[in-house]
């Protein structure tokens, strides 16, 4: 198992930004595709952007154009800017392996509202 520590959530206005960083321990990594996950209250947890071993990204159509996933294979982080946020992006956020069983995180808490 990798350990995955998510930060930077926090409580935000609607518009605003956020940056999340993920650290993973261990260097396999760099050879999985990695994601973004996000579950609010009440709803099923969410791939929300994933990013392959090259850096080529993929969005949820909810997310598109406002939020940008990038990764540091050489320092194990995976990280997520987001922009123009809204009360629907309020969840917490968990970074992940796709496709690569792994136990979760404690995630972040991002809280959006005025």
């Known amino acids: 198992q990798v350990q995955l520590v998510e930060s930077g959530g926090g409580l935000v206005q609607p518009g605003g930004s956020l940056r999340l960083s993920c650290a993973a321990s261990?260097?396999?990594?760099?050879?999985?595709?990695m994601g973004w996950y996000r579950q609010a209250p009440g709803k099923q947890r969410e791939l929300v952007a994933s990013s392959t071993i090259l850096g080529i990204p993929n969005y949820a159509d909810s997310v598109k154009g406002r939020f940008t996933i990038s990764r540091d294979n050489a320092n194990n982080a995976l990280y997520l800017q987001m922009n123009s946020l809204k009360p629907e992006d309020t969840a917490v956020y968990y970074c992940?392996?796709?496709?690569?069983?792994?136990?979760w995180g404690q995630g972040t808490q991002v809280t959006v509202s005025s």
């Open positions: 261990g260097s396999i990594f760099k050879i999985y595709t």
């Open positions: 992940n392996f796709v496709g690569r069983p792994n136990n």
